[in-house]
């Protein structure tokens, strides 16, 4: 009976992973032509459904070469061309002081004080909505919180304040159809508005100004500002008088004369 | 045919059961799996044996130094479970001056838990002359947990934010804990009975319960309680005065409790690694003697005695301490006084909530509700993150 039970194991381990290696196989099989196309075929819109916004779409080539003639790295790629979704490389990082009060709801009071930190943390989420409205109303396309946080013992009970931090994924509208990638190099740039020269009233109002001066930035840096794009933004407010904002930006322009391209093996 | 798969059965929880001791640090093993009655039951068992073994009033079992049983730690000297501190650096086995000794106490139920106010001011009342003036301190664990915790608002916002933060990462729903918040348990063995007894307790940064076993004519005059984050005492004889002041008051009153490093300290063993300049430790040994100084001039001020010289412990580890000496014959020692059926006088927090506690009213519940509260009824919306 037990030689019975343990054979019987054995061949449902084999056939489990026979099983499991050709589902691996399947997987890994090429994905043909006729199903990208099925893939990206636009689907019918239920009647009264709002419109959507269509997305860029991502080019398919995955690497561009900088102005000294190496590749550039893999993160500012993918934040420069892949608009058609979020990414990691491609983020608004805020830390700012802001009132815990502004957490409440309708009809809502302020917990006891040794909560208040706690209390903003769980609800820190809401003070991001106002930077994703900046930036949808200027360049974005996209724009969702990532992570918000309290700063770990900054309650202030004193002002009732609490210092945050926040990040936020965004992408940008498409600006244009972009050119062939391999007669193009990818230039990088930073740009700042420095800390208390800002003199912006909330951290609202300096990511306004950040997301403008960004956008200019481009417009005068990159020689075709349609190809221009802000990889990142990142603003700290602690008062009017104490806010600062810095950004980078990338742009396409044309493959300087004698640079010839080589794409990556792998 | 039946014998063989039985047989096999046995040998497997046999070596489990060896395997759980072994990696679950021994016989404490049967903590984390058997119920807090059945651990209590068990301990009673013990109790019972120790008790039985001392009945006769032979303490044969003691052999060799007892200073043998007390380890030169990084943190400060380690007693093990068998001995007690004697004043002046010394030590006794705890069956030469404790009739008994309960060291499983969650499952422990107190008649009564009385509030402790700590003193108003930054002195205390001073010994009456004639009475002896005994000093114990313990510095660290005791390993004596009750089941008694107490908590405020601070403990349970930090609670919360664990909570907020394992959640967060994908770590579910966190159980929020109260171990961190048990009053613990440190035993004195009060065995001087020719004159009065004017105790002097110092605790480290744990909530603290002395409790005090007096052995046959022994007399209190009054107990002072010193540090810890919450303290009290337990078995109180009646009409006795007490005064406590927490470990937070005492430092702004200039009661900082400081005495000599043992040598096998972290401090001496980074010196002799090289690890610390001797400038540095010269410094340093230079600020330690200042500190113990000015404690032992406080303590003379305060109590007529030096600080180290009547101290008995002052020990990172430990369950006893004795105010006396060893007693001549076994009916001279300490009777133990139980926390069952005590009355306990403690200072407390905000809450007190006793271990298997209704608990839809204990403190994980209280962080769950409160949490939700905050996440708009819903701990999902805690949930963050953007899908790259």
């Known amino acids: ?266 | 045919m039946v014998r063989g798969p039985v047989s096999m059965v046995v040998a497997g929880v046999i070596s489990l059961t060896v395997v759980a001791l072994v990696a679950g640090g021994g016989p404490q093993v049967f903590d984390k799996v058997l119920p807090e009655s059945a651990v209590a039951w068990l301990d009673d068992m013990g109790n019972a044996t120790l008790i039985s073994s001392i009945g006769g009033g032979s303490s044969t079992a003691n052999s060799g130094d007892p200073l043998e049983h007390l380890q030169d730690g990084s943190g400060g000297w380690r007693a093990d479970d068998k001995i007690a501190a004697l004043p002046g650096g010394g030590a006794a086995f705890i069956t030469d001056v404790l009739t008994a000794q309960k060291t499983r106490l969650k499952a422990a139920k107190p008649a009564d838990v009385l509030g402790l106010e700590e003193v108003a001011g930054c002195t205390f009342t001073p010994p009456k002359p004639g009475a002896l003036v005994a000093h114990a301190r313990i510095g660290g664990d005791s390993g004596l947990d009750l089941g008694l915790a107490t908590y405020g608002d601070a403990d349970l916002a930090k609670a919360m934010q664990v909570l907020v933060n394992v959640y967060r990462s994908g770590g579910g729903l966190h159980r929020s804990s109260l171990s961190e918040l048990r009053y613990q348990s440190y035993d004195i063995a009060v065995t001087e009975t020719a004159v009065p007894v004017y105790l002097v307790l110092e605790t480290g940064p744990q909530s603290r319960v002395f409790n005090l076993h007096l052995a046959p004519g022994a007399r209190i005059e009054r107990v002072v309680m010193i540090g810890g984050d919450q303290i009290g005492v337990a078995n109180l004889p009646e009409g006795v005065p007490v005064e406590a002041m927490r470990a937070a008051k005492a430092e702004n009153c200039g009661f900082r409790p400081f005495y000599a490093l043992n040598p096998g300290h972290l401090f001496y063993q980074s010196l002799a690694a090289g690890a610390i300049r001797s400038d540095e430790a010269e410094e340093k040994k230079r600020h330690f003697a200042e500190l113990e100084a000015t404690w032992d001039a406080n303590f003379r001020q305060a109590f007529g005695t030096g600080a180290k010289e009547s101290l008995a412990g002052g020990w990172d580890s430990g369950t006893v301490a004795v105010a006396g000496g060893i007693p001549a014959a076994p009916e001279g020692r300490a009777v133990y006084a139980p926390i069952d059926g005590a009355v306990l006088r403690v200072t407390m927090d905000r809450y007190v909530e006793f271990e298997g506690q209704d608990p839809e009213q204990g403190f994980d519940a209280r962080v769950k509700a409160m949490a939700t509260e905050f996440a708009w009824g819903d701990l999902q919306n805690l949930r963050q993150g953007v899908a790259w």
């Open chain 1, 1 to 266: 009976m037990i030689v019975r039970i343990v054979l019987f194991l054995g061949l449902s381990l084999i056939l489990l992973s026979v099983g499991a290696m050709g589902w691996q196989y399947w997987q890994g099989l090429p994905v043909t032509a006729a199903q990208v196309a099925a893939a990206k075929a636009p689907k019918a819109a239920a009647p009264g459904a709002e419109p959507v916004a269509q997305k860029p779409a991502a080019p398919q080539q995955n690497w561009l070469i900088s102005p000294g003639g190496s590749l550039v790295d893999r993160d500012t790629v993918q934040a420069y061309l892949r608009q058609d979704r979020f990414a990691e490389s491609r983020i608004l990082e805020a830390r700012f002081r802001a009132p815990v009060a502004a957490l409440l709801g309708e009809g809502e009071t302020l917990p006891d004080p040794a909560y208040r930190e706690v209390f903003a943390d769980i609800r820190a989420s809401v003070l991001s909505k106002g930077f994703c409205a900046e930036l949808t109303k200027r360049w974005a396309s996209d724009c969702a919180p990532d992570r918000a946080r309290v700063v770990e013992g900054s309650y202030d009970e004193a002002t009732g304040t609490a210092e945050f931090s926040a990040s936020l994924a965004y992408s940008e509208l498409p600006r244009g159809a972009l050119p062939d990638l391999t007669t193009q190099v990818l230039y990088t740039g930073y740009g700042a508005l420095p800390l208390d020269q800002a003199e912006a009233a909330t951290p609202e109002a300096l990511l306004a100004l950040a997301a403008d001066a960004a956008a200019k930035d481009c417009a005068a840096k990159a020689p075709d500002p349609a190809l221009c794009r802000i990889r990142s933004l990142a603003i700290t407010w602690d008062g009017p008088q104490k806010a600062g904002a810095r950004w980078q930006i990338a742009w396409l322009a044309p493959l300087p004369k004698g640079m010839f391209p080589a794409p990556p093996l792998f």
